[in-house]
Structure formats: C-alpha cells, structure tokens
C-alpha cells in the first residue's frame, strides 16, 4: 500500500469536498520517553480484536524495561504566526540486551517513515495556506510491545494522518525482528509456508472478498501464535494461527 499515494488522494478529496526536517519554518526535537499504551496477548479464540485482549493470564510488557522511546517531531509554518503542518515520531529502540543490528533494522523503517513524512510536508506546503479546523500532522505512534522470547521481538505501532478535518486516518504496521540475526522477518518465514499459500488461508479466515496482500494484512507474534491483522483497524476481526 502506497502511503504518501493514499494520504495524498485523502487530503485531495477533503480540499474538494471542504472548499515532516524542511525548507521552510521552524523545526523542534525532543528525545523525552512517553509511557507507551501497554496491550497484552490474545485468548485462545479464532478470532479477536488485538486492541482489547482479555485473558487471566496475559502477558503485558513494559517498554522501559527493554528499551527507550525517543521522539523525533517538526513543525513547518506558513507564516510568522500560522502553522501548517507538524509531524513527529515515536521511536522505540532496544536496550544492550539485544543484538545491536535489531537497532539498526528499526532505524531503517524509522527512516523510511520520516522521509514519507516529508515527501508529504513538501506537498502540503506547496498547497499554499488552507483554512482547516485543524492543524494537519502525521504521526508515527508506539503502540507497545508485543511479544518477546528467546527468538523473536514483536512491536506494534499507529501510522496516524490527520487532514486538519475533525477525523485521523489510522494504519497499523507491526514490526518483527528475529533475534539471532537482528532482521526483520516475514510470517512465511516463522510459520515456513508459501507465501502466495498463507496469503489465500489468511484472506479466507478473515473473510474478504478481494485478496488482501501485504500492504493490506501484517502480523505480530504472542505465546505459539501468530496474529493476522488489516491495517485498517476496526474493519476485519484478527486471525489467529498456531505456530
């Protein structure tokens, strides 16, 4: 899924229907940690929603305990007193008990966030001064910790874009890094399937009528289970399969 494709098509359709390290403005840093929003694993139903697990004996972990945010943000204004566009990015990054180049391979999908980000500040701005009820921003949010065990690290974040409109536009993207070689890895690998095969049993559990991809679905990891999701949230439920 193109992201800067989808949120710029989003904002062209509001503009329509109504009427971030730059070249220009201010920019801001701050590398303050937040207390990440903690979600515990699934139960042992087929299917779940894997923002509300309720299980007796969930697992919940602590972000301080593995690791550190740090937050990257910039502003960009208009003018002297009219801001246009903000972003920032919650960056979580693991502690000395971990593979270095696990560090390195969130780096690289960090980056690769911040230059989406910027790809997209460039295009706003270049849309000139709007009068929107809000501020728009992009954000890439730290949902928390996963899953972690002897071989793998599952994390979870929001990729948030908000128009200035009175709606934010969410996609979910989980990330999963073995920790032998500090790579990410993909759930074909860990459940060792075709990919083109557990694309198709995913897409019939979850019961769609067109074949998602990944660009559409992604997974993280919980105790023997892999957890299937659409980005979009609160459209398909989850699918659960053992591992």
């Not at 920032?88 to 230059?115: A, P, V």
Request: hydrophobic share 35%; proline share 2%.
């Amino acid at each position: 899924m193109n992201k800067i494709f989808f949120s710029i098509i989003i904002v062209s359709i509001y503009f329509t229907l109504a009427a971030c390290n730059s070249k220009t403005g201010n920019n801001s840093t701050t590398n303050e940690a937040k207390v990440p929003l903690e979600l515990s694993p699934p139960t042992e139903t087929e299917f779940t929603n894997h923002q509300a697990f309720e299980t007796s004996d969930k697992i919940t972990y602590v972000a301080s305990d593995y690791g550190e945010i740090q937050e990257y943000g910039s502003e960009f204004y208009y003018d002297e007193n009219t801001k246009g566009l903000y972003y920032n990015l919650e960056c979580f990054y693991l502690n000395s008990d971990f593979l270095f180049t696990m560090n390195e391979t969130l780096e690289k999908i960090y980056d690769s966030y911040l230059k989406q980000y910027q790809e997209t500040e460039d295009w706003y701005m270049e849309q000139g001064n709007q009068d929107l009820p809000n501020v728009p921003y992009s954000k890439l949010e730290f949902l928390g910790i996963q899953y972690i065990d002897n071989d793998y690290v599952s994390l979870l974040f929001n990729d948030i874009t908000h128009m200035g409109s009175a709606t934010a536009y969410s996609s979910y993207d989980a990330i999963t890094l073995d920790r032998h070689t500090g790579n990410e890895v993909t759930a074909s690998e860990i459940l060792e399937k075709n990919d083109s095969e557990l694309l198709e049993i995913v897409n019939g559990l979850m019961g769609l009528d067109a074949k998602a991809d990944w660009g559409d679905l992604d997974f993280y990891l919980a105790e023997n289970k892999i957890i299937f999701f659409y980005r979009i949230p609160g459209i398909w439920e989850d699918v659960i399969l053992e591992r």
